[in-house]
């Protein structure tokens, strides 16, 4: 006999947490099954292990997705205030770190024990180590797990089983798999938020500058970035590449402005005047670091003193610092990557309630869903949002 409960989550992550939580504060006997060893791998890792758990700016214009309207429901219903009380009331000490990202004082272990510590005092069993071999749905509308641990039953069942970003913590397509086994369409998955390689010349001509990082603005598809750039030995990484890197599709060329914010003519037109003997690379020392600096002048500018240019080539020099152009021949993969781009596509499901629209008692929520976020803490927003926007309609 499978052992009842009336809510079954595949997944303990943030999504499936959440949703336990909620669920399980209404009533709902509950069980979660991870087949890791432990839950919320993904959140002790996340921030360095201090765990960005939210961003106070969320909006849905942060989020990447077929229907973009798609997540305003679950996101309007469930803030960052509303998890921020939740920290406090737990007593976690957290700081704003940049752009609305709040980070732990201490250790993303506080945000694990503060769910578990949640889990428990709502009833809701948690089984580790325990590994699905079959997902069946029978004529009484129950589903049925054939697990590592036993048989269980539900009338309610909830996906939660992410994406395939960071196989090392146990990621895998598991999700993608029932929601086909279901009839779901699952829109193409392509790694997120994941730093980009570089080949041939273009590798060569930076690999030396390794650990070189500086601020840019990235631009690709009429989206753009302004944060950090870091220069690693297979490519570019940093925030403002990581970002950009969940708008471009392969092949694409990135548009790099070096000098974000600043007047580049203006400023290199003054420094001509106040030091007309100096060369360019070492003006554009003073303005980038000073390695990455000579590089650009042994490759992609000349470089002379500052008297012998005219205004026509001041104007194509600062043309190129404004729109570097850098073609990338792929990306780290799945390896690295922070998100899983697409996934089970939104028009098969309630924005209201997670459920699915072709098999009532089945919801899907967090990364398996076609909603991606920007780095940031936006993630684990939707993480949030999403398993109580389900926890609070099963």
């Known amino acids: 006999m499978a052992e009842a409960f009336d809510v079954l989550i595949i997944g303990g992550g943030a999504a ?175 790694a997120g938020l994941v730093p980009l390689t570089l080949s041939g010349k273009h590798q060569e001509r930076l690999q030396d500058l390794s650990g070189v990082a500086f601020p840019v603005e990235a631009s690709c598809n009429d989206q753009s970035f302004h944060n950090y750039m870091l220069i690693t030995h297979r490519g570019i990484s940093g925030p403002a590449i990581l970002q950009i890197s969940s708008y471009r599709q392969p092949g694409e060329e990135l548009r790099l402005d070096l000098l974000p914010g600043m007047d580049a003519l203006a400023t290199l037109k003054q420094l001509q005047a106040d030091r007309p003997a100096a060369e360019l690379k070492t003006v554009l020392g003073e303005l980038l670091p000073k390695r990455f600096a000579q590089r650009l002048c042994e490759v992609w500018l000349p470089n002379r003193p500052m008297r012998q240019f005219n205004d026509p080539q001041l104007r194509e020099i600062t043309d190129v610092l404004a729109n570097w152009p850098l073609i990338a021949s792929g990306t780290e993969g799945y390896r690295t990557a922070e998100v899983t781009l697409g996934g089970v596509d939104t028009d098969e499901l309630s924005s209201t309630t997670m459920q699915s629209r072709r098999v009532p008692g089945l919801y899907f929520i967090g990364e398996v869903v076609d909603v991606t976020g920007w780095l940031g803490g936006y993630n684990f927003q939707w993480a949030w949002a999403s398993g109580h926007a389900a926890g609070i309609a099963i």
Request: with cysteine.
């Open 16 to 190: 499936g947490l959440m949703c336990a939580i909620t669920a399980g504060q209404r009533g709902k006997r509950v069980m979660v099954v991870e087949h890791a060893n432990r839950v919320g791998k993904k959140i002790l890792m996340s921030g360095g292990g201090r765990c960005n758990f939210t961003n106070t700016g969320t909006t849905p214009a942060n989020y990447l997705s077929a229907n973009p309207h798609f997540c305003k429901s679950a996101l309007a219903r469930y803030t960052p205030w509303d998890f921020i009380a939740m920290v406090e009331r737990h007593g976690i000490a957290y700081h704003e770190k940049e752009l609305g990202q709040l980070f732990c004082d201490e250790s993303s272990k506080l945000i694990v024990k503060m769910l578990l510590d949640e889990c428990a005092a709502a009833g809701v069993r948690v089984e580790t180590s325990c590994s699905i071999e079959r997902v069946l749905h029978g004529e009484s509308s129950e589903f049925r797990l054939h697990t590592t641990r036993g048989e269980f039953s539900a009338p309610a069942l909830v996906i939660a089983s992410g994406g395939l970003s960071i196989p090392s913590m146990g990621a895998s397509g598991f999700g993608y798999e029932l929601a086909r086994q279901f009839g779901h369409t699952v829109l193409p998955i392509r």
